[in-house]
């Protein structure tokens, strides 16, 4: 278990269009400190709507999952550099050496960047894994992946909140934990299979929790990124 108090709510912005994901910032309203850009916004509008989001006093998560060779992750590192973002997202699954590349391009060019290396998906279970020859669990895999990013340099880490207390416990309290597939009780799971709800991923040492649907589909988009903020208190 953690001693980190703090766990700070990130939007996971998926929506279609700049127009719907503007509206729906304007209806969430001030409490809001984080949100997550992901591909589908990204691939669509690019580094301009990452500043009109951090013009609006956004903190940036740029969730582009990149794994490529480590020169191309290290010169796409280098790109981002220009854009106002805080976190940044690449594949652990990338390996050691792109992760080193990703870091020194990270020292030399965004200091204030903190990376962050996807273990494994949070949409993914050992049947998964299984059908991609991993004979490893979910858990032992998230935590061979951990030893090689934090190995790296690399600032934190992407997993889902079952795997917080062993990565705590192997890690302790300095790497930045983002744990996604949150669903507060009672709301649908969609596709996420290791799931947890928002004060216990807090318990348990989560950093920042991203939320994406259990928000952004509610009657009460605002009402409901309230609750998740008042658990997480
Ligand atoms: O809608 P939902 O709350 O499931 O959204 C979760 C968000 O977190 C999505 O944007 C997804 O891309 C992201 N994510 C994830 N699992 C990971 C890493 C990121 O679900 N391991």
Redesign the pocket.
């Given at each position: 278990m953690s001693n980190q108090s703090k766990c700070t709510l990130i939007l996971?912005l998926?929506l279609e269009t700049r127009e719907e994901a503007l509206a729906m910032l304007a209806r969430l309203g001030d409490s809001l400190e984080w949100v997550?850009v992901?591909?589908q916004l990204f691939t669509a509008y690019g580094p301009d709507f990452v500043r009109e989001i951090a013009d609006k006093g956004y903190k940036v998560f740029l969730?582009l999952?990149l794994h490529d060779i480590p020169n191309t992750v290290a010169k796409a590192v280098q790109s981002i550099s220009n854009m106002p973002v805080q976190l940044l997202?690449l594949h652990a699954c990338g390996g050691g050496e792109m992760l080193e590349w990703a870091n020194k391009a990270r020292n030399d060019h965004a200091p204030d960047l903190n990376l962050l290396a996807?273990?494994?998906?949070?949409?993914?279970n050992e049947a998964q894994l299984r059908s991609l020859n991993v004979q490893a669990t979910p858990e032992t895999q998230v935590i061979h992946l951990a030893d090689i990013t934090l190995k790296a340099g690399i600032q934190g880490l992407?997993?889902?909140s079952l795997e917080l207390d062993p990565l705590r416990a192997r890690f302790g309290t300095e790497p930045i934990i983002?744990t996604?597939?949150?669903?507060p009780a009672g709301s649908a799971a969609?596709?996420?299979k290791r799931i947890m709800t928002p004060a216990a991923a807090a318990a348990a040492g989560s950093s920042y929790i991203?939320?994406?649907?259990?928000?952004?589909?509610a009657n009460d988009p605002a009402a409901a990124a309230h609750a998740i903020q008042a658990e997480l208190a």
């Amino acid at each position: 278990m953690s001693n980190q108090s703090k766990c700070t709510l990130i939007l996971a912005l998926d929506l279609e269009t700049r127009e719907e994901a503007l509206a729906m910032l304007a209806r969430l309203g001030d409490s809001l400190e984080w949100v997550k850009v992901g591909l589908q916004l990204f691939t669509a509008y690019g580094p301009d709507f990452v500043r009109e989001i951090a013009d609006k006093g956004y903190k940036v998560f740029l969730d582009l999952k990149l794994h490529d060779i480590p020169n191309t992750v290290a010169k796409a590192v280098q790109s981002i550099s220009n854009m106002p973002v805080q976190l940044l997202t690449l594949h652990a699954c990338g390996g050691g050496e792109m992760l080193e590349w990703a870091n020194k391009a990270r020292n030399d060019h965004a200091p204030d960047l903190n990376l962050l290396a996807v273990t494994v998906l949070t949409s993914m279970n050992e049947a998964q894994l299984r059908s991609l020859n991993v004979q490893a669990t979910p858990e032992t895999q998230v935590i061979h992946l951990a030893d090689i990013t934090l190995k790296a340099g690399i600032q934190g880490l992407v997993c889902s909140s079952l795997e917080l207390d062993p990565l705590r416990a192997r890690f302790g309290t300095e790497p930045i934990i983002v744990t996604p597939g949150i669903r507060p009780a009672g709301s649908a799971a969609d596709e996420q299979k290791r799931i947890m709800t928002p004060a216990a991923a807090a318990a348990a040492g989560s950093s920042y929790i991203v939320v994406g649907r259990p928000i952004l589909k509610a009657n009460d988009p605002a009402a409901a990124a309230h609750a998740i903020q008042a658990e997480l208190a």
